[in-house]
């Protein structure tokens, strides 16, 4: 699906990320071509919201920031200055061996801005259950898969924020009423040109608020030979089954 991303949600309710400074710092310390080299196998897409070229929504002219170390000392200065405070954090991740080393590159990357990370690996299950009731700074995620970007709704909509420990289908607890509006209004209406125009105000207000880091796009292959038995069964990340003769999996 080339509307799926991978990114780093940020729980924008918790200490330090409810500073728009602590974010920024983060995002403009983040290199996401570096970080697609080595989980996506060097695709060259550059990732900068919500939406791929041909959705709704897709906009070059976006306000997501760019990799810049500059900036992001600027930001982490600017945290420091007002909390007295370093950026310190922790980043949940998943137990296997891939995701942990593309982990370690982020936590290496945003060390040379002075932002101190470390990181918990969980089962998918319980990751999943720490992120939607809020009990995480950042955590490894994709999502946004969705055709149609109003599927995406519950993920942006302030109703899907509520108090923790309570579930939240939106995960960084970004609330803003811009976001809010231009969901309703976009699936208030059938005309394709107003609802591109709202989607665009979703992604451009997504990255002013940086309440996800954006990484990459996966490439998901399914492929089947005659030779391959014995996979009858087999189920991928949705649940799915797939065919005795035919495997799913992400580069």
Do not use: C, M
Not at 76 to 96: F, M, S
Not at 104 to 128: C, D, P
Not at 179 to 195: H, P
């Amino acid at each position: 699906n080339d509307g799926e991303e991978d990114v780093v949600a940020i729980n924008t309710e918790k200490v330090p990320f409810d500073d728009l400074d602590a974010r920024l710092a983060l995002a403009y310390a983040t290199d996401a071509q570096k970080w697609r080299e080595i989980a996506e196998a060097g695709t060259q897409h550059d990732v900068r919201g919500p939406f791929a070229p041909g959705q709704l929504g897709f906009s070059k002219d976006d306000a997501f920031p760019a990799f810049d170390l500059a900036k992001a000392k600027e930001h982490a200065d600017a945290y420091r200055k007002k909390t007295g405070k370093e950026i310190e954090t922790e980043i949940l991740t998943t137990n296997n061996v891939d995701d942990r080393t593309q982990v370690q590159l982020l936590i290496e990357q945003w060390a040379k801005v002075g932002i101190k990370a470390t990181y918990k690996s969980a089962e998918l299950a319980e990751l999943i259950t720490l992120t939607v009731l809020g009990q995480y700074q950042l955590v490894t995620w994709r999502n946004f898969g969705s055709p149609d970007p109003d599927g995406d709704y519950l993920w942006w909509h302030s109703s899907g924020v509520l108090p923790s420990p309570q579930i939240s289908t939106n995960v960084a607890r970004l609330k803003d009423t811009a976001i809010d509006n231009a969901l309703d209004e976009a699936r208030g209406t059938t005309d394709a040109a107003k609802r591109d125009q709202a989607y665009q105000v979703v992604a451009k207000k997504l990255n002013e608020g940086v309440a996800y880091i954006w990484l990459g796009r996966p490439t998901w292959v399914i492929a089947a030979v005659p030779q391959v038995q014995g996979l009858s069964g087999a189920r991928h990340g949705t649940g799915s089954t797939l065919g005795a003769k035919s495997w799913i999996t992400k580069l």
